[in-house]
């Protein structure tokens, strides 16, 4: 009964690993060949006709990359994001999502612009990252900005709204600000 599933088990783990490795070596296989015939294409009219097999491999994958990218990928992610839209709980979960990992990845980095804010009106204060300077559209009056305020060893964090005199701008990289957050101040500056 045991062996059995022993077996069963080493069956998972071997078609799991196929699962893996095919398509790896097929592609391994596939730009060998593609390499093979260019070299000898190549070295009918070329010295060093390997070495444009080599370039050529690199032009070639470069190139469906980009095809890959603009022609295959971007239709099905918008697909994908059209059928996401109508789902209504899950448009709020994918949205809310992707807004964040935009904020810290993305081509509008929202958390490029580090601050020291004075908290509440006391002596102490929190390094946070402004990502909001005007709130109109939420119907917040006055001169006040949202600050974002991750936590220590996480990347959840506080949103605040705070008047805006009570902010002094950081003139440190983002990246350096973050680390010190994360790290819960541990991490030392680059200089």
Same mark, same amino acid.
Do not use: H
């Given at each position: @009964? %045991?062996?059995?599933?022993?077996?069963?088990? &080493?069956?998972?783990?071997?078609?799991?690993?196929? =699962?893996? =490795?095919?398509?790896?070596?097929?592609?391994? #296989?596939?730009?060998?060949?593609?390499? =093979?015939?260019?070299?000898? #294409? &190549?070295?009918?009219?070329?010295?060093?006709?390997?070495? #444009?097999?080599?370039?050529?491999?690199?032009?070639?994958?470069?190139? =469906?990359?980009?095809?890959?990218?603009?022609?295959?990928?971007?239709?099905?992610? !918008?697909?994908?994001?059209?059928?996401?839209? %109508?789902?209504? &709980?899950?448009?709020?979960? /994918?949205?809310?999502?992707?807004?964040?990992?935009?904020?810290?990845?993305?081509?509008?980095?929202?958390?490029?612009?580090?601050?020291?804010?004075?908290?509440?009106? !006391?002596?102490?204060?929190?390094?946070?990252?402004?990502?909001?300077?005007? $709130? !109109?559209?939420?119907?917040?009056?006055? +001169?006040?900005?949202?600050? /974002?305020?991750?936590?220590?060893?996480?990347? @959840?964090?506080?949103?605040?709204?705070?008047?805006?005199?009570?902010?002094?701008? $950081?003139?440190?990289?983002? !990246?350096?600000?973050?680390? &010190?957050?994360?790290?819960?101040?541990?991490?030392?500056?680059? +200089?």
């Amino acid at each position: @009964m %045991r062996t059995l599933v022993y077996i069963r088990r &080493f069956v998972k783990y071997f078609l799991q690993g196929l =699962l893996y =490795l095919t398509p790896i070596g097929i592609t391994t #296989y596939l730009i060998f060949q593609i390499y =093979l015939f260019l070299a000898n #294409y &190549f070295d009918q009219y070329f010295e060093y006709g390997s070495w #444009y097999g080599i370039v050529a491999i690199i032009v070639i994958i470069t190139l =469906l990359g980009y095809l890959g990218r603009t022609i295959i990928a971007q239709p099905l992610i !918008s697909l994908f994001e059209q059928i996401i839209k %109508r789902t209504p &709980f899950v448009k709020f979960v /994918y949205s809310s999502i992707k807004d964040v990992l935009g904020a810290f990845l993305g081509k509008d980095k929202k958390f490029k612009n580090p601050v020291l804010v004075q908290i509440y009106g !006391s002596n102490v204060e929190k390094i946070g990252f402004v990502t909001q300077k005007d $709130l !109109s559209d939420l119907g917040i009056p006055g +001169n006040k900005v949202a600050v /974002y305020f991750p936590y220590a060893f996480t990347f @959840m964090g506080d949103l605040c709204i705070v008047p805006a005199e009570n902010i002094t701008k $950081l003139n440190i990289p983002t !990246s350096d600000a973050m680390k &010190f957050i994360v790290s819960g101040g541990v991490t030392k500056m680059d +200089n």
